[in-house]
């Protein structure tokens, strides 16, 4: 059982990235997904989450209208659209999967992945 987040990078103020969570060992479709992310010296904080049947739930109000989520069963992966993005968005961002969206806290999750790092430039 495994999850694995890709998609990271370096970008610049007001650029876009999408960020890939990929499900291996399980099947996503029963899972809600989390979006985490911990910034240097920070706690990790949640960011979004899609549940099993589509619903949205955000974290950060910060990322509202700038970030959002979506599922591809069929390639058992879920999406992290990110666009607009700024300085403080910086961070290690990683997924997590629960039978629901329970927290803003990972650590409420069943299953994590390894990070993805996004660095935002000024």
């Known amino acids: 059982v495994q999850l694995q987040a890709s998609g990271g990078g370096l970008v610049q103020t007001g650029g876009s990235l999408r960020l890939s969570c990929v499900a291996s060992?399980?099947?996503?479709?029963?899972?809600?997904i989390g979006w985490f992310r911990q910034a240097p010296g920070k706690e990790p904080e949640g960011v979004l989450c899609?549940?099993?049947?589509?619903?949205?739930?955000y974290y950060l109000e910060s990322v509202k209208g700038r970030f959002t989520i979506s599922r591809d069963n069929a390639k058992n992966t879920v999406y992290l659209q990110m666009n607009s993005l700024k300085p403080e968005d910086t961070a290690v961002y990683y997924c997590a999967a629960h039978e629901w969206c329970v927290s803003d806290d990972s650590y409420e999750y069943d299953f994590w992945g390894q990070g993805t790092q996004v660095t935002v430039s000024s």
């Open positions: 060992g399980f099947t996503l479709d029963y899972y809600a």
């Open positions: 899609i549940s099993s049947s589509d619903g949205r739930t």
